[in-house]
C-alpha cells in the first residue's frame, strides 16, 4: 500500500517543516525557556523526517539509514521536555549546572549505543524487515539499553506531567487555562509511547512523532496565548523564503502582508509595491483564484510560462484567536504539476489502443455512449463506420507481424486524417476499426467512408525499403434522428453491412438502415 505510507510520510514530513518553523522562531526569543522550547521543536524535526523517510524507504538498509536519522533527535526529546517542564513552571533552581548535564547522560549514551547497536547490541537487539500488511516496518527486539531509555523518557515525561499539573492547581485566570493546555499536551505521548513499548503499536507504526508535534503544538498556542500568527516577523525566516511552497500571508482584510519567493515564481505580480494592497486588486485577472481565496475553496491552478504548463493546489485557511476572531488568513500554493501529468498520462495509456494510439474498445464504448446519449436526448443525427483490412493475414504471412503492426498503425492514422476532431475512432479487434460520427446523416457517412476508402487504397506504406498497399471493407450505418437505439444496436447493424462489403468483392463500403423505433439491451 505505496499510497498508504506516502501519506503517513508526507504528513511526517509536514510535522517536521512546522516543528521546525517554530524552532526557527521560538529560538529567537530572548527567553531561556522558549530556547530550550526551540531545542524540543527542533529534536522532534529530526525524529519526525526521518520516520517519515524510513516508513517511505523501499529497502532494508535505506529503513536503517533514515532510523539512524531519527536519533539525532529521539534521544533529546525527553532531556529537552523535562528541562522545559521544570522552566516553564518557575523552579529553575532545580537545574544546577551538574543537575543539567546530568539530564543528558542518558540521552548521549542512548545515542552511541544505537550507533553502535550492531556490535554490542544493548540497545537493538535485533532489527528484521518486515510488513504490517500495508507497507514495509522495521521490527525491532529491543536490548536492555532500550528499557533503561524508557523508563528515562517514562520519568521525564510522568514529571513533566506532575509539574504542570500542579502550575495549573495553583494558578488562575489566564496562567491557570495557559496550564490546562500545557497539562493537556503533556498528557499526548503516553498515546504513542505505551504502545511501542509493549510491541502492540497498530500495525507496527511509531506513532511517537505525530504524538510529539501535536504536543508542540499546544505549547506554542499556550505560550504565546493564542496568538501564534503574528506573522510577520515569522515570515521571514529562511524555512519561510525558502520552501517549495508558495505561501501568501493576508490580514483579516484580506490585504497582503508578506509572502515568498515560492509564491512570486506562480504569482510575479507579487512584488514589495503590492504590501498591504488587498488580495482582490492584486490577483484580480483571475477570477476563479480570487473567488477561492475567498470562498475559502481548494482549487486547482494551471499557469503557463515560456508555453510550459504548471499546476498548483491553492488552498485558503482562516487563523483565529482564542476567541475565534478572524487574525488573517494564509494562502498555501502547491505544485502538483508531476501528479497531474502522471494522472493525464495514466488516464492516456488507460484509454489508448498500444499499438495504433487510437481508443481502445472499452473506452470507445464509454465515449461512444456518452454521445448516444446526447443524440438520443436532443434527436441528433449519427452514424457508425466499421472498417476491416482485407486479406490482412496475408500481409503477416509475407511480411511479418510487424510489418503488420506497421499497417495497422498507417491505416488508423490515414483514418484519423480523413474524420473531424469531434469523430470517434476506436481499435475493436485484430484489424477491425470502428469510427462514431455525431451529428452525422447516413448519406454524409457515405462520402466520409468513401473517401476513407480511396485514401487507403491508394496509399503506399513503406516497411523495411518495401511498399505495401492495402485495401478495407466498410459498413456503415446510420440514422436522421436518434430515438432510443443502443450502442450495440447500431454496432450490429453496421456489422451486417460490413460482412455484406466482404461478400460482394471487399474494397467496398456497403449500408445498413436502421429499423424505426428499435430499443436493444446496452453493450457490455
Known amino acids: 500500500m505505496e499510497n498508504i505510507s506516502a501519506l503517513l510520510s508526507g504528513i511526517l514530513i509536514a510535522s517536521a517543516l512546522l ?33 517519515a523517510m524510513e516508513i517511505y524507504s523501499a529497502g532494508f538498509n535505506q529503513m536503517l539509514l533514515w532510523n539512524a536519522v531519527q536519533y539525532i533527535g529521539l534521544p533529546f526529546l525527553p532531556a529537552f521536555w523535562i528541562v522545559f517542564a521544570i522552566q516553564y513552571s518557575g523552579k529553575e533552581y532545580l537545574l544546577k549546572p551538574f543537575v543539567k548535564s546530568g539530564i543528558f547522560i542518558i540521552p548521549v549514551i542512548t545515542l552511541i549505543l544505537r550507533y553502535t547497536s550492531n556490535l554490542n547490541h544493548l540497545y537493538y537487539a535485533n532489527v528484521q524487515y518486515n510488513s504490517n500488511y500495508l507497507f ?29 499539573l500542579l502550575q495549573y492547581k495553583k494558578s488562575t485566570g489566564t496562567i491557570r487555562r495557559q496550564s490546562l493546555i500545557m497539562f493537556t499536551a503533556s498528557l499526548f505521548p503516553w498515546l504513542a509511547y505505551f504502545p511501542d513499548l509493549l510491541n502492540i503499536a497498530p500495525f507496527g507504526i511509531d506513532y511517537g512523532p505525530f504524538a510529539t508535534t ?27 523564503a525558502s520552501t517549495n511552497d508558495g505561501i501568501i500571508v493576508l490580514d483579516d482584510n484580506y490585504r497582503i502582508i508578506d509572502f515568498n519567493l515560492s509564491a512570486v515564481a506562480v504569482f510575479p505580480v507579487l512584488q514589495e509595491n503590492v504590501i498591504s494592497q488587498n488580495v482582490q486588486m492584486v490577483l484580480g485577472t483571475n477570477d476563479k483564484l480570487v473567488d477561492s481565496i475567498l470562498n475559502f475553496r481548494e482549487i486547482q491552478y494551471e499557469s503557463a510560462n515560456d ?39 495514466l488516464s492516456f495509456l488507460a484509454s489508448r489502443d498500444a499499438l495504433t494510439g487510437v481508443y481502445n ?37 509475407h511480411f511479418g507481424h510487424q510489418a503488420g503492426d506497421a499497417v495497422l498503425k498507417a491505416v488508423a492514422g490515414i483514418c484519423q486524417k480523413s474524420i473531424r476532431s469531434i469523430d470517434i475512432i476506436g481499435r475493436f479487434g485484430g484489424e477491425e476499426f470502428v469510427i462514431f460520427l455525431p451529428e452525422t446523416r447516413l448519406e454524409e457517412c457515405e462520402v466520409i467512408a468513401n473517401r476513407i476508402l480511396m485514401n487507403i487504397e491508394t496509399a503506399e506504406i513503406l516497411y523495411d525499403e518495401e511498399f505495401i498497399k492495402v485495401t478495407v471493407s466498410m459498413g456503415i450505418t446510420g440514422t436522421n434522428s436518434v430515438i432510443n437505439e443502443s450502442l450495440d444496436y447500431f454496432l450490429k447493424k453496421a456489422d451486417q453491412a460490413l460482412y455484406q462489403a466482404k461478400s460482394d468483392g471487399r474494397n467496398c463500403v456497403r449500408s445498413t438502415e436502421l429499423e424505426p423505433d428499435i430499443s436493444v439491451s446496452s453493450l457490455h
Open 307 to 345: 508555453n510550459i504548463k504548471n499546476y498548483y493546489n491553492v488552498k485558503t485557511v482562516k487563523i483565529l484567536n482564542r476567541k475565534n476572531w478572524v487574525l488573517g488568513f494564509i494562502v498555501t500554493i502547491t505544485n502538483i504539476t508531476k501528479y497531474v501529468e502522471s494522472m493525464e498520462k
Open 19 to 51: 516543528t521546525f518553523f517554530i524552532f526557527v522562531y521560538a529560538f529567537r526569543l530572548n527567553n531561556p525557556g522558549a530556547k530550550t522550547f526551540s531545542f524540543l521543536c527542533l529534536a522532534n524535526a529530526f525524529y519526525s523526517f526521518g520516520y
Open 214 to 240: 501535536l504536543s508542540c503544538l499546544l505549547f506554542l498556542i499556550a505560550l504565546l496565548k493564542y496568538q501564534l500568527l503574528n506573522l510577520k516577523p515569522l515570515a521571514r525566516e529562511k524555512v519561510f
Open 361 to 397: 474498445r472499452r473506452y470507445f464504448v464509454e465515449l461512444g455512449s456518452r454521445e448516444l446519449i446526447r443524440a438520443s436526448r436532443y434527436k441528433h443525427a449519427l452514424s457508425f463506420i466499421i472498417l476491416d483490412l482485407d486479406f490482412f493475414k496475408n500481409i503477416n504471412d
Open 136 to 164: 514495509p516496518v522495521l521490527f525491532i527486539e529491543k536490548g536492555p539499553w532500550y528499557l533503561v531509555h524508557g523508563i528515562y523518557m517514562s520519568a521525564c515525561v510522568i514529571y513533566g506531567n506532575y509539574l504542570y
